[in-house]
């Protein structure tokens, strides 16, 4: 079985530019989610969606960041403007089903993003 | 707010060394539990998981956990550990009945030499 598809792999930008993320889950998850990897510190939920819908973007900084999921497949996360201290690594991860909370999450290889 | 604690940031082990991550969560609800798994250059995967039934959990390759209610510890063991296993491991919590939300903590660098 195919896993999470992630691209671009690396990015460098400079501050105040833009930059977006593509994640493409497994066929068949009704749920996504983008995490935020800074380095030394655990990854941290930004987004999660159930099929095109939002479950939980607590942690999102709307003023920069947003996320769309079209048809409820592949997810675009975009960040307008980008600061310093968004270098990190975005994963993105999909379930089956993520109700009760004990579903596995599949992860892609990331994007590291770097903020010169 | 609900946090994951490891720690150890970083272990240096000999092959056939035994193992003992720490992971300890604040919560006073019922969570699910996870132990996930970063090999050098390779996606973050599960190696195990606990929800219910018994405290002692069986992961991949050899490792397990065991689920300490009182103390709310999750700690990882191997008894004997291969430099294979070479990796950043992250222990993580879910709320049981939530939506899969991972609060994960800040990861053990584990370097085990031949």
Same mark, same amino acid.
């Given at each position: 079985?195919?896993?999470?598809?992630?691209? @671009?792999?690396?990015?460098?930008?400079?501050?105040? $530019?833009?930059?977006?993320?593509?994640?493409?889950?497994?066929?068949?998850?009704?749920?996504?989610?983008?995490?935020?990897?800074?380095?030394? $510190?655990? @990854?941290?939920?930004?987004? $999660?969606?159930?099929?095109?819908?939002?479950?939980?973007?607590? $942690?999102?900084?709307?003023?920069?960041?947003?996320?769309?999921?079209?048809?409820?497949?592949?997810?675009?996360?975009?960040?307008?403007?980008?600061?310093?201290?968004?270098?990190?690594?975005?994963?993105?991860?999909?379930?089956?089903?993520?109700?009760?909370?004990?579903?596995?999450?599949?992860?892609? @290889?990331?994007?590291?993003?770097?903020?010169? | 707010?609900?946090?994951?604690?490891?720690?150890?940031?970083?272990?240096?082990?000999?092959?056939?060394?035994?193992?003992?991550?720490?992971?300890?969560?604040?919560?006073?609800?019922?969570?699910?539990?996870?132990?996930?798994?970063?090999? #050098?250059?390779?996606?973050?995967?599960?190696?195990?998981?606990?929800?219910?039934?018994? #405290? /002692?959990?069986?992961?991949?390759?050899?490792?397990?956990?065991?689920?300490?209610?009182?103390?709310?510890?999750?700690?990882?063991?191997? #008894?004997?550990?291969?430099?294979?296993? &070479?990796?950043?491991?992250?222990?993580?919590? &879910? /709320?049981?009945?939530?939506?899969?939300?991972?609060?994960?903590?800040?990861? &053990?660098?584990?370097?085990?030499?031949?």
């Amino acid at each position: 079985e195919a896993g999470v598809a992630q691209s @671009p792999r690396y990015k460098i930008i400079e501050k105040r $530019q833009s930059v977006a993320f593509w994640c493409n889950p497994i066929s068949g998850h009704a749920t996504l989610y983008w995490y935020q990897q800074i380095l030394g $510190q655990g @990854p941290k939920l930004l987004i $999660q969606f159930q099929n095109n819908g939002v479950v939980d973007d607590s $942690q999102l900084p709307k003023d920069r960041f947003s996320a769309e999921r079209l048809k409820g497949v592949d997810s675009t996360l975009k960040i307008q403007p980008a600061k310093l201290e968004d270098s990190a690594v975005y994963l993105c991860a999909s379930s089956l089903d993520p109700r009760g909370g004990t579903d596995t999450q599949y992860f892609g @290889p990331g994007t590291r993003l770097t903020v010169l | 707010a609900q946090s994951v604690s490891q720690h150890n940031h970083h272990v240096i082990l000999s092959e056939a060394a035994s193992l003992e991550l720490g992971c300890n969560y604040s919560y006073g609800g019922t969570v699910n539990l996870f132990w996930y798994v970063q090999y #050098p250059g390779q996606h973050l995967q599960l190696l195990l998981k606990y929800f219910s039934g018994d #405290p /002692l959990v069986k992961g991949i390759k050899g490792f397990e956990a065991e689920f300490i209610k009182s103390k709310f510890s999750f700690n990882l063991r191997k #008894p004997s550990v291969q430099w294979s296993d &070479t990796a950043e491991y992250f222990c993580a919590v &879910t /709320l049981s009945g939530g939506y899969n939300k991972l609060i994960f903590g800040a990861g &053990t660098r584990l370097a085990v030499h031949p």
